[in-house]
């Protein structure tokens, strides 16, 4: 079952949605606003504001929920296409207007190439491990038109572990998530927040330019990626 696409049908069709419950792999569950989806442009944070203010050309929103993000830039004029994994996610953004949607992982696609592949509200933890990430870097390059860019934003997960112990195998940005809606539980999957080092050394011995475009208080950073030409 979609248990997070069952909660945003409900906040989109009856707001508000009842609570969404985030479980974790490192601490007590914790609830999930699922407003947050479906804020407007004046409510977003300045990473998220200056992310989409560096799309250009064909541009693929990955992960794009009900397409808040995609359609500000669709207003925009830009040529954007928001892509989602969950049915009822992509439903809700045709709705909400959105003209070109996907359904689909972005892990498996090969349909097509973008000037710009956008990963919002740390998206790119969809790699789920180091390995993923790493590898994900390699194979998405063929996505990629000549001069285009990764954009995404991800944070520094060291202070989880100031009072305790670093996990004993792995990387400590590696964790485990899953949704609880109206007491139904989905399936664990794998995510990762990737520390700017850790960023900068996978990327670079992939051939990538890393730029950390902004940073703000919360250790949230925002990273370009782009190859040379």
Request: proline share 4%; with cysteine.
């Amino acid at each position: 079952m979609d248990v997070f696409g069952e909660a945003l049908k409900d906040q989109f069709l009856n707001p508000p949605a009842e609570t969404l419950w985030v479980h974790n792999s490192y601490d007590e569950p914790e609830e999930m606003p699922v407003d947050v989806y479906f804020r407007p442009e004046d409510e977003m944070p300045e990473l998220e504001l200056r992310a989409m203010e560096l799309c250009k050309g064909k541009t693929l929103d990955v992960g794009a929920g009900v397409g808040s993000h995609a359609l500000i830039l669709q207003k925009r004029g830009l040529d954007i296409t928001g892509m989602d994994i969950s049915a009822t996610a992509v439903a809700i953004m045709e709705k909400r207007g959105l003209k070109k949607v996907l359904e689909g992982d972005i892990l498996n696609y090969t349909a097509d190439t973008y000037d710009t592949l956008l990963f919002m509200m740390n998206g790119i933890g969809l790699t789920g491990t180091i390995t993923g990430l790493t590898s994900f870097l390699e194979k998405v390059k063929v996505m990629l038109n000549p001069g285009g860019q990764l954009i995404f934003d991800s944070s520094d997960l060291s202070y989880l572990y100031q009072a305790i112990e670093l996990p004993a195998k792995g990387y400590f940005g590696e964790v485990s998530f899953r949704y609880e809606y109206k007491s139904t539980k989905g399936s664990w999957f794998k995510w990762i927040y990737v520390d700017q080092q850790t960023l900068k050394n996978i990327a670079t011995k992939k051939g990538w330019k890393v730029e950390v475009i902004f940073e703000d208080e919360s250790d949230q950073y925002l990273a370009r990626l782009s190859l040379p030409k």
